[in-house]
Nanobody
Framework: VQLQASGGGLVQAGGSLRLSCVVSGRTFSRYDMGWFRQAPGKEREFAAADTWSSDNTYYADSVKGRFTISRDNAQNTVYLQMNNLKPEDTAVYYC?????????????????WGKGTLVTVSS
């Protein structure tokens, strides 16, 4: 299984970016997808998830109302639309795929990870 994330870059505060992640090697439509991020000097944290069985989405409080996760099963791609970006959103963003999403332990259900794409938000 391979995940290839793209779409990161440098943006000013208040701007928008859309990240993409293409998954190969598994039946994309039957797995949960997640976006996580790791800021410099901090641990990797959950940002958003999309569950295939219920088609529900979940967000960290820090991004709720600004970020939107979506998927295109025909393209084996998951997206993260990020609006009203803030300097504290600066991080490497990772996509992940897994058999289940756990609200209490989001990392646990993810079994494959991409290499990440860097998002830098300037003030």
């Amino acid at each position: 299984v391979q995940l290839q994330a793209s779409g990161g870059g440098l943006v000013q505060a208040g701007g928008s970016l859309r990240l993409s992640c293409v998954v190969s090697g598994r039946t994309f439509s039957r797995y949960d997808m997640g976006w996580f991020r790791q800021a410099p000097g901090k641990e990797r944290e959950f940002a958003a998830a999309d569950t295939w069985s219920s088609d529900n989405t979940y967000y960290a409080d820090s991004v709720k109302g600004r970020f939107t996760i979506s998927r295109d099963n025909a393209q084996n791609t998951v997206y993260l639309q990020m609006n009203n970006l803030k300097p504290e959103d600066t991080a490497v963003y990772y996509c992940a795929t897994g058999r289940y999403y756990s609200h209490s332990r989001p990392h646990d259900g993810m079994d494959y990870w991409g290499k990440g794409t860097l998002v830098t938000v300037s003030s």
